[in-house]
């Protein structure tokens, strides 16, 4: 059975606390549903053209007030994106480093030459979820 993830970032600033990998993951032939249902979800009045859950969080970007939105239908809107998720996904998967341990203990490590990947958090915390997505492909299929 083929998996495949979807992933997301945050903590991609140097000033952040710690850099964040985390996803759900399902076979492939799951996301396609996953995208109706998704689409079907955002379609609904007052209509979203994406979702980021910061702009959810902060009544910002697609849920501006302006736009129809308030506390009960971003919530509604969340728990149906959530439901969603569910139904679709068989794992959900994260990574996490902080950015303070990273800067004193990984970014220090001698390299033979230095490079942006060497220098990102996200180059370790990447190559850390492939390694927890082929264990998974291994036990889940």
Same mark, same amino acid.
């Given at each position: 059975m083929v998996m495949q993830a979807y992933i997301d970032d945050s *903590?991609?600033? !140097? +000033?952040? !606390?710690i @850099?964040?990998? =985390?996803g759900f993951v399902a076979p492939a032939s799951n996301w396609s549903a996953f995208s109706d249902d998704w689409q079907e979800a955002l379609d609904r009045s007052p209509g979203? =053209?994406? @979702?980021?859950?910061? /702009? $959810? $969080?902060? @009544?910002? *970007? /697609? @849920? #501006?007030?302006? #736009?129809g939105w308030d506390e009960? +239908? #971003?919530? *509604?809107?969340?728990s149906e994106l959530a439901r969603i998720i569910v139904k679709h996904a068989i794992l959900k998967i994260?990574?996490?480093?902080r950015n303070g341990d990273f800067d004193k203990h990984l970014k220090q490590l001698p390299f033979p030459k230095r490079t942006r990947a060497s220098d990102n958090p996200y180059w370790l915390l990447s190559h850390s979820l492939m390694a927890m997505m082929a264990t998974a492909s291994s036990t889940c299929g």
């Open positions: *903590g991609s600033s !140097p +000033t952040d !606390p @850099f964040v990998m =985390a979203l =053209a994406y @979702f980021k859950m910061k /702009e $959810a $969080a902060h @009544f910002s *970007g /697609e @849920f #501006r007030k302006d #736009r009960t +239908t #971003r919530n *509604g809107i969340v994260h990574v996490s480093l």
